[in-house]
């Protein structure tokens, strides 16, 4: 046999047991099922998502309830969860770790809005006041001074701005001399920053320099309302100096002061869209995350073992066991009642409201029969939904609930939630809404009132030093 023979007698074995190694592995990859992309979650087929280890401690699902069958699709969920479904008296329907401390995500939203009510009232409403240290000459309608603005408002937006700049008109005031100041708390359009809120709100006074979303934002809020009249004006007040913030001058004296819509509207707001800024001024009046904890345990008995809160929004690191949550939005209802009103005066009502809730149950008969708040962490606690809130069903019932889900696919953990709670709705006769009758959260938002001084609440808008 020749060299070259041997050769080729030695590449061909080489080639045969190279396919035969590989065979398998081809096999077993036409065998592998398709997984679906993870922009497209697939009802039949969800992607498997490696997810962090859990914590040593925190046990998984146990403990339904014999009258409550799973749902019979439930996706693929991992981690730990945390279940309650109760009817209005209280019967337990499903319990799945209820004493175990989760992260509630956005749910402590609920906390703050329950403490809010509790310490201010329904009616309440956020001050700013507007100041100045200077003289008016009311023939040239010149301000020769410092204009100084003051408050806390955690919704003031542009259209609260040219309203000040309408009312300043009203006066007679049209320019100002002097510098335009903020005080260290005023913050505007949920900017965090006192001094970009100045320099926004010195544009937005000052038609000239005023932005086309301060317009339409104006404009859209007069047109909500009826107001034809300033529709037909253009409010704008000058300011010849800087912008910069300090405390109100001593000896300042106070134009006007205008007020937010009420505490309940601008409950609607924040929950609808779950607004982290809007929480977090809130909670900062109520003496932050401690503050609300504490309302929680003096006012409405949660042990104090069942609640641990960084922040009043849901941001970080919380900790609220779903039977304290449950008895959180009881409360909730309970406060809410004292006013005659329901948790759909302040709270999303799924399918039908704009915010988290808008695109989540929105087919017939299930659209309008869930209102709840909703919590998403996408890497706090390697992934963290909430779902909190009441159900309506067919029979007549209504059932709330609490649903926690934590180190997983937050995609995932919605599904589980809207499987979960259509299941509980098949067993009591199938979903049907709750009454409600919608109003635009816009026109919620356009219920401010502009009043002369002085307002009853001095410590809302910081009044300088005497």
């Known amino acids: 046999?020749?060299?070259?023979?041997?050769?080729?007698?030695?590449?061909?074995?080489?080639?045969?047991?190279?396919?035969?190694?590989?065979?398998?592995?081809?096999?077993?990859?036409?065998?592998?099922?398709?997984?679906?992309?993870?922009?497209?979650?697939?009802?039949?087929?969800?992607?498997?998502?490696?997810?962090?280890?859990?914590?040593?401690?925190?046990?998984?699902?146990?403990?339904?309830?014999?009258?409550?069958?799973?749902?019979?699709?439930?996706?693929?969920?991992?981690?730990?969860?945390?279940?309650?479904?109760?009817?209005?008296?209280?019967?337990?329907?499903?319990?799945?770790?209820?004493?175990?401390?989760?992260?509630?995500?956005?749910?402590?939203?609920?906390?703050?809005?329950?403490?809010?009510?509790?310490?201010?009232?329904?009616?309440?409403?956020?001050?700013?006041?507007?100041?100045?240290?200077?003289?008016?000459?009311?023939?040239?309608?010149?301000?020769?001074?410092?204009?100084?603005?003051?408050?806390?408002?955690?919704?003031?937006?542009?259209?609260?701005?040219?309203?000040?700049?309408?009312?300043?008109?009203?006066?007679?005031?049209?320019?100002?001399?002097?510098?335009?100041?903020?005080?260290?708390?005023?913050?505007?359009?949920?900017?965090?920053?006192?001094?970009?809120?100045?320099?926004?709100?010195?544009?937005?006074?000052?038609?000239?320099?005023?932005?086309?979303?301060?317009?339409?934002?104006?404009?859209?809020?007069?047109?909500?309302?009826?107001?034809?009249?300033?529709?037909?004006?253009?409010?704008?007040?000058?300011?010849?100096?800087?912008?910069?913030?300090?405390?109100?001058?001593?000896?300042?004296?106070?134009?006007?002061?205008?007020?937010?819509?009420?505490?309940?509207?601008?409950?609607?707001?924040?929950?609808?869209?779950?607004?982290?800024?809007m929480a977090e001024r809130i909670g900062d009046t109520l003496g932050g995350a401690e503050g609300v904890r504490q309302m929680m345990i003096k006012s409405f008995g949660i042990n104090p073992a069942d609640i641990k809160l960084a922040s009043t929004s849901g941001l970080g690191v919380n900790r609220v066991t779903p039977r304290a949550m449950m008895k959180i939005f009881r409360s909730l209802r309970d406060e809410l009642a004292r006013y005659r009103m329901s948790p759909a005066d302040i709270m999303p009502v799924a399918g039908i409201d704009p915010g988290t809730l808008e695109k989540r149950y929105t087919i017939a008969p299930s659209r309008g029969s869930v209102i709840a708040k909703t919590g998403t962490l996408i890497r706090t606690d390697g992934g963290a939904s909430a779902l909190v809130g009441q159900m309506r069903t067919a029979s007549g019932e209504t059932l709330l609930f609490v649903i926690f889900n934590m180190y997983g696919n937050v995609l995932r953990f919605r599904e589980y939630q809207d499987a979960l709670v259509s299941q509980i709705q098949s067993t009591h006769g199938g979903p049907a809404p709750f009454k409600y009758q919608q109003q635009p959260l816009s026109l919620r938002l356009a219920g401010t009132q502009l009043n002369s001084p002085q307002p009853t609440r001095q410590d809302e808008y910081e009044p300088g030093a005497n």
Not at 56 to 81: H, K
Not at 200 to 226: C, E, F, I, K, N
């Open 1 to 277: 046999m020749s060299n070259q023979t041997i050769k080729r007698y030695l590449s061909l074995s080489l080639i045969l047991i190279t396919l035969f190694a590989l065979t398998p592995l081809g096999a077993m990859a036409q065998q592998r099922p398709r997984t679906a992309e993870p922009n497209a979650p697939s009802l039949t087929q969800p992607t498997v998502i490696t997810r962090p280890a859990q914590p040593a401690g925190v046990p998984t699902a146990t403990g339904v309830a014999p009258d409550i069958a799973q749902p019979s699709y439930e996706p693929v969920v991992t981690g730990a969860r945390g279940v309650l479904v109760e009817t209005l008296d209280g019967r337990v329907l499903m319990e799945q770790t209820a004493d175990v401390a989760l992260n509630p995500a956005s749910g402590v939203k609920l906390a703050t809005a329950l403490t809010a009510l509790r310490s201010f009232g329904a009616d309440h409403r956020f001050l700013t006041a507007v100041w100045s240290d200077g003289t008016f000459d009311k023939a040239s309608g010149t301000l020769n001074g410092d204009l100084i603005v003051s408050g806390r408002d955690p919704s003031f937006h542009y259209e609260h701005a040219v309203m000040l700049a309408a009312e300043l008109n009203r006066l007679g005031i049209r320019t100002v001399t002097g510098d335009l100041i903020v005080a260290p708390r005023f913050t505007m359009n949920f900017d965090w920053s006192s001094q970009r809120s100045g320099d926004q709100l010195y544009d937005t006074l000052d038609a000239s320099r005023r932005s086309a979303a301060a317009t339409r934002a104006w404009l859209g809020q007069r047109a909500a309302v009826g107001d034809t009249a300033n529709l037909q004006s253009v409010p704008s007040v000058s300011v010849m100096g800087a912008v910069y913030v300090d405390s109100v001058p001593a000896k300042s004296r106070m134009l006007l002061t205008h007020k937010s819509s009420k505490l309940t509207d601008v409950l609607k707001a924040l929950l609808c869209y779950s607004n982290n800024f």
